[in-house]
């Protein structure tokens, strides 16, 4: 039975951390932002627990729907404290990037992210950016080819090239063209399909990567 607002807040205070996290999957989808306040509470009292870090992602994924920019400071300063378990902070970049912009197309969000030696961190703001098809100016594109080239064949992490990949299908210019192509041609079918739908102007199916 699909939960209702009520119900999904009400399973953000409960003791166990799967029905939490349940409570916190339906609040993403519903986007209300009348319900920013107890997400965030919710959020600032599960990061105290390592252990929930499947349910804090979706804290941070129903934040980044819910919130707005006041609710960024915290999203960085989570960001910053050190974790084992990095898949959280690609919740924190693509929130941060969600949340963050002054205007529909800022990049500043992304490229702080980028700027951030976080695992994962840069990851989930360029995922955001490609699922909100973001029109970067070229000085941000730059920047994001330049972390994708660099991780490229990161051995941890072997689809950082995807959603720069998915995102460059708003982008242009030689470069632009120049990586999509490289990507055209990997072995990795799920960056080669994404860089082959870009490069005819596509953002095609996106898929998780993490």
């Excluded at 924190?92 to 994962?120: F, H, K, T």
Aim: charge should be neutral; charged fraction near 25%.
């Amino acid at each position: 039975m699909t939960l209702t607002r009520t119900d999904a807040l009400t399973l953000l205070t409960d003791s166990l951390s799967t029905r939490r996290r349940r409570g916190a999957k339906r609040l993403r989808a519903l986007a209300d932002p009348t319900t920013a306040a107890q997400v965030r509470t919710a959020l600032e009292h599960e990061v105290r627990d390592n252990r929930t870090w499947e349910t804090q992602y979706h804290m941070i994924m129903a934040l980044g729907t819910t919130g707005s920019s006041a609710d960024v400071e915290l999203l960085k300063r989570l960001a910053l404290q050190p974790r084992s378990a990095t898949t959280v902070n690609a919740a924190l970049g693509d929130a941060i990037v969600r949340l963050g912009r002054a205007s529909d197309n800022d990049p500043a969000p992304a490229l702080w992210c980028l700027r951030q030696d976080v695992e994962l961190l840069a990851d989930g703001a360029l995922r955001a950016v490609a699922m909100l098809r973001l029109k970067l100016p070229d000085s941000a594109v730059d920047a994001v080819l330049d972390y994708a080239e660099a991780n490229f064949h990161d051995l941890n992490h072997k689809h950082l090239a995807y959603w720069p990949a998915v995102a460059a299908a708003g982008w242009s210019g030689p470069r632009v063209r120049v990586f999509l192509t490289r990507c055209s041609q990997d072995s990795r079918e799920i960056i080669a399909e994404a860089a082959t739908d870009a490069l005819n102007g596509n953002y095609g199916n996106y898929m998780s990567v993490l």
